[in-house]
């Protein structure tokens, strides 16, 4: 869909059908509807609508039974929403129109719950862990207070002429 007439197409389409689902469209099974994407065919001939009901994303039987209701009632309800979005967009042929259940929401929740208990997880093992340090507590090097003194006689660092360590080869004049 990169085409950007489809993509208005798409965006127009979304903001009818939401429109129409909540002023016009009065069936009892419908649920509480979020109109989450759309998606058009390089023709436009094909919508794909995507949704989401509250309350539908449980585990549990009302939230299937209210999901499988309103999957009924957009189905019903498809014929007037396809003639509403033909004459909003005053397109020659009007797209079909699929409705398909949104399972984004469900996902993220699930992805929400897997890292709640990988953070519990690492939270238990950083509680099991020591205050010990596995090594030294400071793993860095540093010179003990005799090495400098050594260094300088084996021709290291000597800056007693104030050259930066020079020797008399290198020194400027």
Same mark, same amino acid.
């Given at each position: 869909?990169?085409?950007?007439?489809?993509?208005?197409?798409?965006?127009?389409?979304?903001?009818?059908?939401?429109?129409?689902?909540?002023?016009?469209?009065?069936?009892?099974?419908?649920?509480?509807?979020?109109?989450?994407?759309?998606?058009?065919?390089?023709?436009?001939?094909?919508?794909?609508?995507?949704?989401?009901?509250?309350?539908?994303?449980?585990?549990?039987?009302?939230?299937?039974?209210?999901?499988?209701?309103?999957?009924?009632?957009?189905?019903?309800?498809?014929?007037?929403?396809?003639?509403?979005?033909?004459?909003?967009?005053?397109?020659?042929?009007?797209?079909?129109?699929?409705?398909?259940?949104?399972?984004?929401?469900?996902?993220?929740?699930?992805?929400?719950?897997?890292?709640?208990?990988?953070?519990?997880?690492?939270?238990?093992?950083?509680?099991?862990?020591?205050?010990?340090?596995?090594?030294?507590?400071?793993?860095? %090097? %540093?010179?003990?207070?005799?090495?400098?003194?050594?260094?300088?006689?084996?021709?290291?660092?000597?800056?007693?002429?104030?050259?930066?360590?020079?020797?008399?080869?290198?020194?400027?004049?």
């Amino acid at each position: 869909m990169s085409n950007p007439r489809v993509r208005r197409i798409a965006d127009r389409i979304k903001v009818v059908v939401a429109q129409m689902l909540e002023r016009r469209i009065k069936d009892p099974r419908l649920g509480f509807v979020t109109v989450t994407d759309v998606r058009v065919s390089g023709d436009a001939q094909q919508a794909t609508i995507f949704y989401t009901v509250l309350g539908a994303g449980e585990a549990t039987d009302g939230g299937a039974a209210d999901q499988a209701a309103t999957a009924a009632a957009l189905e019903s309800a498809k014929g007037l929403l396809r003639s509403e979005v033909a004459k909003q967009l005053g397109m020659r042929h009007a797209p079909t129109l699929e409705f398909v259940h949104d399972a984004l929401p469900e996902t993220a929740r699930h992805l929400d719950e897997v890292l709640a208990r990988a953070k519990a997880q690492d939270e238990a093992v950083a509680a099991s862990r020591g205050t010990t340090y596995a090594g030294e507590e400071d793993p860095y %090097k %540093k010179p003990r207070p005799g090495e400098l003194d050594d260094l300088d006689d084996r021709g290291g660092l000597d800056d007693r002429d104030g050259l930066g360590g020079l020797d008399g080869l290198d020194r400027l004049d």
